[in-house]
């Protein structure tokens, strides 16, 4: 009987210390995972920066100088010029331009006093312009322009009535101009050859000689 309760014992102890199997048909669970960390949204490259539209450039010139044309057809002139740059148009201008110019002489007559004549020429321009040389601080710009010139006369003597006479001609114009930019304002020197003429009876107000200026040009905004 000793043996069979220490045997008895034996195997309660074994069937206790034993693991119990898994029945059958059964899996384990497997742990879960842990939940992936979220995702970071990657930042947007700046928009590309664009380039503004290009507008039209006004600029407003002075000018003084003279000209010769030969024989009495000399005297001082000035200019006025209202350049235009339209988009896109690069190195080309357009230039309109409103001159005077005066010729004037005094003879004096023997037996009969002195006479005085003064010629005044208004040439309105239309000129285009092409810039040649384009540096920090110089400029050369290249202009041919042709227009209307009106040239009034005006006669004054001692021995008879003073006079006022008119005439409608024409001018062309070639030349250059050589620019020294500093921001806003740019003084230039302009030299040019003048073609053209408006016929008075024995009066001849010729465009025909040279010209040269010296003036000033301002940006505007």
Same mark, same amino acid.
């Given at each position: ?18 693991? !119990? ?9 497997? &742990?879960?995972? &842990?939940?992936?960390?979220?995702? !970071? ?10 380039? &503004? ?14 000209? #010769? ?27 309109? !331009? ?54 009034? #006369? ?16 024409? !001018? ?50």
């Amino acid at each position: 009987m000793r043996w069979f309760a220490l045997l008895f014992l034996l195997c309660s102890s074994a069937a206790v210390a034993a693991p !119990e199997a898994p029945s059958r048909g059964t899996t384990r669970k497997k &742990p879960k995972a &842990p939940p992936a960390p979220p995702r !970071e949204a990657s930042p947007e490259p700046p928009p590309a920066a664009t380039k &503004p539209a290009e507008e039209l450039r006004y600029s407003l010139a002075l000018a003084g100088g003279a000209f #010769h044309g030969g024989g009495f057809n000399r005297g001082p002139q000035g200019s006025a010029q209202l350049t235009l740059t339209p988009p896109g148009w690069g190195r080309f201008s357009i230039d309109v !331009e409103l001159g005077w110019r005066l010729a004037r002489f005094k003879s004096n007559i023997p037996g009969a006093g002195v006479a005085v004549s003064a010629m005044h020429s208004v040439p309105v321009l239309a000129a285009g312009r092409m810039n040649l040389v384009r540096m920090t601080h110089l400029g050369v710009d290249v202009r041919v322009g042709v227009g209307p010139l009106l040239a009034l #006369h005006h006669l004054s003597s001692d021995f008879s009535a003073s006079s006022v006479r008119s005439a409608l001609g024409w !001018e062309l114009l070639a030349g250059a101009q050589l620019r020294f930019p500093f921001g806003a304002f740019e003084p230039f020197l302009d030299g040019r050859v003048g073609f053209g003429e408006a016929y008075i009876p024995f009066v001849s107000g010729l465009s025909t000689g040279v010209q040269g200026l010296l003036g000033v040009r301002y940006q505007l905004p």
